[in-house]
């Protein structure tokens, strides 16, 4: 079954914390559940649900999650090899953050999703990493002084860890430690939002650096964290959970 998976590489965005009570509950419930049962199709007719929302009622949360769904797809797409797919998804992208810059009360975001972008172009042409990951560290700093205490800022940071050389300031240790940072700002305004797929996201890209580690038991507790709040999880009950335990000692 297709995985609706988003590579660290490629990044990974959330809704912070603060903006959720502040800006209001836009999550799709039909995103989500695609999101836990792996169903593409599903997620791609969240994603019409959305854009046809938007026309109707042009409300900012509702573009975010939108650009969102938006992300979550270009990173299947490239993560499944699809880059020839991929490539007008991005644009699509691209031209919704730009569209979302116009919403003040969502400028963290629209930053954080500029450094997505520029993995993404990465992505499609690893080539241009020498021009283009300067500029999305440049990017990483802008998003950081404007929302630091947002997890969307932190999970960007936690990527960024996970891949920069040692002498760039990488440290997988201090990626993980980002990720808890990422998900404790989620709980600090409150419930979570029930159809909130990047908390859930959260909690995978956690346990996945945990594994590369070689902290198979940090990595299960991880899985077990994102079970307890989605017993469905599919790719997490049938492959992940499973997997890590076979490698505890």
Known sequence: MNRITIALLLTALAW????????????????YKG?????????????????????????????????????????YLLGSEKKDVARPVVE??????????????????????????????????????????PKALKQLETAMQV???????????????AHMPAFAGG?????????????????????????HWRYLNTMVLSGQLLEKMGDYRGAAEAYRRALRREPDFQWVRDELLPEAEKKIK
């Open 16 to 31: 912070p914390a603060s903006s959720i009570s502040a800006q209001g509950d836009c999550s799709s419930c039909t995103i």
């Open 35 to 75: 999101y836990v049962s792996g169903d593409m199709e599903m997620w791609k007719k969240g994603m019409l649900e959305l854009e046809g929302q938007y026309r109707r009622d042009p409300k900012g949360c509702t573009l975010y999650t939108l650009a969102e769904a938006r992300y979550g797809y270009v990173g």
């Open 92 to 133: 699509t992208f691209a031209a919704e953050v730009e569209q979302l810059a116009a919403y003040p009360e969502y400028r963290a975001e629209t930053e954080a999703f500029r450094i997505a972008l520029l993995g993404f172009r990465m992505g499609l042409n690893p080539a241009r990493a020498v021009t283009l990951g």
């Open 147 to 161: 929302g630091n205490g947002s997890a969307v800022v932190w999970i960007e940071k936690a990527n960024s860890e």
């Open 171 to 195: 440290s997988k240790e201090k990626a993980v430690a980002s990720f808890r940072e990422a998900l404790r700002l989620f709980e600090a305004g409150g419930a979570v939002p029930a159809c």
